[in-house]
């Protein structure tokens, strides 16, 4: 399965290291195989001693190798780190930094040029939720427009907007949904990302097409995700 933490704006860098330090122990001792990623700030990227099945991603990008973009992280400077494990998509860069789908397909398809891994957000906010699923598939289609969704090293996160950062995550059969809907036309991995927590990411990781989760607020204590981690192991043994 697929464990993913994002930091957002979070950690700086020497907390960063403790705590990718912290995981790479569980794992370690464990001898866990999920494949587990990190999204960290740019600031605190950095060449770790990683294990095999943890990769440090970059949360965010500008689709050149270098240039002329004052503010921005190009290619290079992700290179430089050896990061190949990006985010495209996430909800609070389309609705809070306002990039648009044609710019998102451009750092999709500048991404997977260099033959990075990566993991595509989509969701709907709450007004096309409560119109119902048809409303919704229609909603997420439209954000994969433009996207080379047959890249093989993609992997898809459901997120809904209402649901990140709320407390509030998607029911078992609303998630269950939304990924066999996505699973009849695409054959990425699905995670599930909005409110996973302790307490339900063992029902969701249960969810059938559920290949793993992208988790925000609750793995930021390296406790608890390594919980998390731990959840997938009893549940790959099980499933093995
Ligand atoms: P959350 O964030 O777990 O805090 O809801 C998820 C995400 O933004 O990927």
């Not at 891994?117 to 954000?143: F, H, K, N, T």
């Not at 907007?161 to 078992?172: E, P």
């Amino acid at each position: 399965m697929i464990i993913a933490s994002n930091f957002k704006t979070n950690f700086t860098r020497a907390r960063t290291d403790d705590f990718v330090l912290a995981i790479q122990d569980f794992m370690r001792d464990t001898r866990s195989h999920q494949q587990v990623r990190i999204f960290v700030p740019a600031t605190a990227l950095d060449l770790f001693d990683e294990v095999p099945s943890l990769h440090v991603g970059a949360q965010n990008f500008y689709p050149v190798q270098n240039g002329s973009y004052t503010g921005e992280i190009g290619f290079e400077q992700l290179e430089e780190f050896g990061i190949d494990t990006v985010l495209i998509g996430h909800s609070e860069r389309r609705h809070i930094l306002r990039e648009s789908q044609a710019f998102i397909a451009q750092k999709f398809d500048f991404a997977r040029d260099k033959n990075v891994e990566i993991v595509y957000c989509v969701g709907e906010p709450q007004e096309i939720r409560s119109l119902g699923i048809d409303a919704v598939m229609a909603y997420i289609w439209e954000q994969f427009e433009g996207i080379d969704i047959n890249y093989g090293r993609a992997i898809v996160a459901y997120e809904p907007v209402w649901a990140i950062g709320t407390g509030l995550s998607a029911s078992d059969e609303d998630i269950q949904e939304v990924l066999e809907r996505l699973s009849e036309k695409i054959s990425t991995p699905l995670l599930y990302g909005g409110s996973v927590k302790v307490d339900n990411i063992k029902a969701i990781l249960s969810i059938p097409k559920c290949s793993g989760v992208l988790v925000g607020t609750a793995s930021w204590n390296a406790q608890d995700f390594s919980y998390m981690i731990q959840t997938a192991d009893e549940l790959s043994f099980l499933q093995n």
